[in-house]
């Protein structure tokens, strides 16, 4: 744990990653493609709050795109909306971006109503990653998660990356608590899951990847990542003692404080994933494998399942394949509940490129796509 108080940090306001590596993308790409079940998926609009990110884009005076898109509602009426790989600065007339746009690794935008405004870190007037790391992401970097508010904190799952050897690989799943109402970062802990392998798992279980929370419990979702699969996992903690605990593991038959006993649940998710509670029960949504272009929608009657009657909600249509030009990508889709209607609710989807040019030359591309998806199975989120 080391603390962040006297650390430096950039707000840009406007009223009304490197990229990061694709090469575990490319070869997910390879997969046998599965096709949607034929059940006639609803169609699916725009959210309003689409324009209001891409006019607050295209002004230049803070995020221009990022990826993630994490969104948590804080008590004051105001929206966290959390990004990994951000893009800031200026945009070009042609809406390209200039070969010297700032990158960073992880950012904020606060949204209040209409107006957004972007945090992230600021190092003797270069910008940097809202949560760094403690050289300042030259010893790896943070990427978002989930995160929740108990009391007058925002606690935000981050899963820190770095170079070892030849490879680029995920060294810890942390913690990042924030104060409120000032969202000012606190400290860093390290995740009490404890970044471990389960019994069946071949790499670690990476928590934090989804939250819900009940009158009890907070049950958190997590994902262990063998290459070109992801599993489900879900731990439980006391309703306002995340980092307190105690942390309970479920193993398929109950629930355990053994984090080597926790059971996989569901098999090819997204490495990000949202769970909500609906009336019915409970709904998870998640991108098949992550970049497959079907985004489903799961019920269960409990938060750690069984998650039954897959269905089909929209594919991505952001998804050509250009052998010259670079493919776009689209991957980790989110359900965010403060959204939803009567009738609908609104899923999130990443887009991205693998032709760098593509990224730089249009802001466009690497921006979320806000869509409205109408009668989800299990009804409107509670």
């Not at 993308?25 to 990110?53: E, N, S």
């Not at 209040?112 to 790896?140: K, Q, V, Y």
């Amino acid at each position: 744990m080391f603390d962040t108080r006297n650390m430096g940090r950039r707000v840009e306001t406007l009223g009304v990653r490197s990229m990061r590596p694709i090469l575990a993308v490319l070869a997910l790409l390879l997969l046998p493609y599965a096709p949607a079940r034929a059940q006639g998926a609803p169609a699916v609009a725009d959210h309003p709050l689409a324009d209001v990110f891409h006019r607050y884009g295209d002004s230049g005076v803070g995020w221009t795109g990022g990826d993630s898109t994490y969104s948590v509602p804080l008590p004051d009426g105001r929206v966290v909306w959390m990004f990994s790989d951000t893009f800031l600065g200026q945009v070009e007339p042609n809406h390209g971006r200039s070969n010297f746009t700032p990158m960073i690794h992880n950012s904020f935008v606060v949204q209040d109503g209409e107006a957004l405004t972007t945090l992230h870190g600021d190092n003797n007037g270069r910008p940097m990653s809202l949560i760094p790391t403690e050289g300042n992401d030259r010893l790896g970097s943070y990427w978002v998660a989930d995160g929740t508010v108990e009391g007058d904190r925002l606690h935000v799952f981050v899963n820190r990356f770095a170079i070892l050897g030849v490879t680029f690989q995920q060294v810890a799943n942390d913690v990042a608590t924030f104060t409120l109402p000032d969202l000012r970062l606190e400290k860093i802990s390290p995740s009490p899951g404890a970044y471990i392998p389960c019994l069946q798992c071949g790499s670690p279980i990476n928590w934090g990847i989804g939250i819900l929370e009940t009158e009890a419990y907070t049950y958190v979702y997590g994902s262990d990542e063998p290459p070109l699969a992801k599993h489900l996992h879900v731990a439980r903690v006391p309703s306002g003692r995340l980092l307190e605990g105690p942390w309970e593991y479920w193993t398929g038959r109950g629930w355990t404080t053994d984090a080597l006993a926790s059971a996989r649940i569901l098999d090819r998710v997204s490495g990000e994933v949202s769970v909500v509670r609906t009336r019915t029960g409970y709904r998870l949504v998640a991108q098949d494998t992550g970049i497959l272009p079907e985004i489903y929608a799961y019920t269960a009657p409990d938060p750690w399942g069984p998650w039954t009657n897959k269905t089909l909600l929209f594919r991505t249509t952001d998804f050509p394949h250009d052998p010259v030009n670079g493919s776009r990508i689209t991957y980790n889709a989110h359900e965010h509940p403060h959204l939803a209607t009567e009738t609908s609710t609104v899923v999130t989807y990443n887009m991205n490129s693998t032709s760098s040019a593509e990224l730089y030359g249009d802001v466009h591309v690497y921006r979320p796509r806000f869509k409205v998806v109408p009668h989800p199975p299990g009804g409107p989120p509670l």
